[in-house]
């Protein structure tokens, strides 16, 4: 029976990460500019078909939707095949669906249909890729290295996703819709090469035969009976369903001569940058914070951030306050994902990781495309300004879910 034969680990959390990790650092690097890239260009290239909200909202719900429909197979996958393979498939799949969209434009088949369609399937690769690549973590590292290990890997995946690919997205889209698309085909491509450099075997060991339906209902236990990450997984699907609805519908607010903030793509792509400036500010910083303030208040201040983000564009358009906002809430998104996600890799078995992640991401990330509908209807209905209120509110009151938590056994609060 396969069983994972990765690098010897380094044995204590001040050594060095090691070669095999920074190769894995690299390939995230690369894919998340990929990432950043296509999620921006997308919208800005919806937006030269229709100025419907609902119809704009479609293409952040398409990306999305496959987080709710296929997460939990996802993880059961990556805990049966080579996470390390399971990835470069992943990359090798959206690759070829850029082909494809490329072809169409050329051909002048594109729609607001085709974009949906392809953003979809790319969604689809996205949560087998990402399931892997969060599993694959503790087989690369120590475990009491991967507070320090995932704080440089978010620095470069959220940096890269946020602020080098929606700055990038706006001129490339500017140029030529064809720049916005092979550029990030390429950038995929350079990442699985990456990962061709990683030496060693990532499939887990399996103790006997099992169906995918018993691999999944064995992840949902864990997950369920472990109060604390089941109290976390709901919080960040709430702040995720407040996150969607408001960005999904962004655009019109800061993009067009019509539109309140009156920015050109390029200029929006630069403010979305200062969510990334905040991630990497919150990398470099989150090990410390939660070791001077404790897991709680932590996470606490990320809720604030995250609240400052959402709310202060339903109070002002100009540019300054609303790039304050969106760096706190940067800073507190990544002090939330360092602290939890570390603590979700320590306390769940390696057997059990793949499928752990993607039930903590069904209800963390399922709800996005629920997030981006609701924005959309509720900016069709309402306005703008009252979605960002709405949701600014929705997210503050998950502090009062913080103050019923309490350290479990063996976990510092």
């Given amino acids: ?38 999620r921006t260009a997308l919208p800005f290239v919806a937006v030269q078909m229709t100025r419907s909200p609902v119809l704009i909202a479609g293409v952040a719900i398409a990306l999305t939707l496959p987080w709710l429909l296929f997460a939990l197979p996802a993880g059961a996958l990556a805990d049966r095949l080579d996470r390390r393979r399971a990835m470069l498939a992943a990359n090798g799949l959206r690759v070829t669906l850029l082909g494809v969209l490329v072809l169409l434009s050329v051909l002048g088949a594109d729609s607001i249909w085709v974009l949906y369609g392809v953003a979809f399937c790319i969604g689809a690769a996205e949560t087998l890729n990402d399931t892997a690549a969060q599993s694959i973590l503790p087989q690369v590292v120590g475990r009491d290295q991967l507070p320090r290990a995932n704080g ?57 035969r099992t169906s995918l339906r018993s691999d999944i209902a064995e992840g949902l236990s864990f997950l369920w009976h472990h109060r604390m990450l089941r109290a976390f997984a709901l919080m960040a699907g709430v702040f995720n369903f407040a996150t969607s609805a408001v960005l999904a519908v962004f655009v019109l607010y800061a993009v067009g001569p019509e539109s309140p903030m009156g ?25 410390r914070i ?10 606490a201040l990320a809720f604030i951030g995250g609240a400052a983000l959402l709310g202060i564009p339903a109070m002002t358009a100009h540019p300054l306050p609303i790039v304050a906002g969106f760096l706190t809430g940067g800073i507190g998104i990544m002090v939330w994902n360092v602290v939890t996600v570390s603590l979700r890799q320590q306390v769940t078995p390696d057997r059990l990781l793949g499928r752990v992640n993607s039930c903590y991401r069904l209800v963390a990330w399922g709800v996005r495309p629920l997030g981006a509908a609701a924005g959309g209807l509720l900016a069709h209905l309402f306005g703008l300004r009252p979605v960002f209120a709405v949701m600014a509110l929705l997210t503050l009151t998950l502090l009062a879910g913080l103050r019923s938590l309490t350290p479990e056994p063996g976990i510092r609060g």
């Fill in 1 to 38: 029976m396969a069983t994972h034969t990765p690098p010897r680990k380094p044995p204590s959390s001040r050594s060095r990460l090691g070669a095999s990790y920074w190769r894995l650092w690299t390939s995230a690097g690369l894919a998340n500019i990929a990432d950043g890239l296509i």
């Fill in 152 to 208: 440089r890997l978010y620095a470069a995946q959220l940096t890269a996703n946020e602020f080098i690919g929606p700055p990038l997205a706006g001129f490339l889209v500017a140029v030529g819709v064809l720049f916005a698309f092979t550029t990030p085909a390429a950038l995929w491509l350079l990442a699985a090469v990456a990962l061709l450099l990683i030496p060693g075997r990532f499939r887990v060991a399996r103790e006997r």
């Fill in 263 to 287: 920015l050109s793509e390029p200029a929006f792509g630069l403010v979305l940058t200062t969510i990334a400036a905040g991630s990497l500010i919150g990398s470099l910083l989150a090990e």
């Fill in 290 to 299: 939660e070791r001077l303030l404790g897991r709680t208040r932590s996470l």
